[in-house]
């Protein structure tokens, strides 16, 4: 490989814009602002269902560019990868996985009680953090135990893999800090936070080992 490769935040992230650090590093926030503000000045709503499939339609072409761009850059042999044979995954064959699928499982119906009964506002966005990072702890969790290309070098596959753990280490942390607030204000469904307590726990556990 040419050059070291260093991925860029947006690779990694979980998708919070408004609460990363990150934002002055990152490529995809800052288009999407310069997006926003080229749409206010000309009068248009940026969150209009046609102005949102125009942007789009224009940064899948950029994007097409962009890889093409990646790929001579690299060096990677389009031909050559296309003729391994990647091994089938089943993320379902990994503990890791099935905890998180576990937890994604129980956490939504718990979601799904709240939302019809309602909760308190002082745990609302606690509630919201739960909401998001229980899908994304399972995708991202099988995207982990899916492998990683195995044609491109050991340190790029490292470096995604670490970046994918860090991603899952912070939605497991936020969901764990959000739900033992959610703890002491849902007596109700304490039996069922406990246990997406132990979930988060065990998924942690697994991490570890499986990485250490």
């Known amino acids: 490989m040419p050059e070291k490769y260093k991925p860029p ?21 800052k288009e ?3 997006r926003i503000l080229k749409h206010y000045s000309k009068g248009e ?13 224009e940064i899948l072409h950029r994007t097409k560019d962009m890889l093409k761009k990646d790929i001579e850059k690299y060096g990677i042999n389009l031909d050559e990868i296309s003729k391994t044979e990647v091994p089938e995954s089943k993320p379902e064959d990994y503990v890791i996985y099935q905890l998180a699928e576990e937890y994604y499982k129980k956490a939504n119906a718990l979601i799904k009680e709240l939302e019809r009964t309602g909760i ?7 509630f919201e953090d739960l909401i998001w990072y229980h899908t994304l702890i399972v995708a991202k969790t099988g995207r982990l135990v899916s492998g990683f290309d195995d044609d491109l070098e050991n340190e790029l596959s490292k470096i995604e893999e670490e970046g ?26 304490f ?6 307590l132990d979930l988060l726990n065990r998924l942690e556990k697994e991490l570890l080992i499986s990485h250490d």
């Open 164 to 189: 994918t753990l860090k991603v899952i280490n912070k939605a497991i942390a936020l969901s764990r800090t959000a739900l033992d607030r959610m703890l002491n204000e849902l007596p109700d469904h």
């Open 120 to 126: 308190p506002e002082t745990i609302s966005e606690k």
């Open 9 to 29: 935040p947006f690779n990694y992230c979980d998708y919070r814009c408004e609460r990363c650090e990150e934002q002055e590093n990152c490529r995809v926030y």
């Open 191 to 196: 039996n069922t936070i406990i246990n997406l």
């Open 45 to 57: 709503d940026p969150y209009d269902p046609k102005v949102i499939f125009n942007d789009v339609s």
């Open 32 to 34: 999407d602002q310069e």
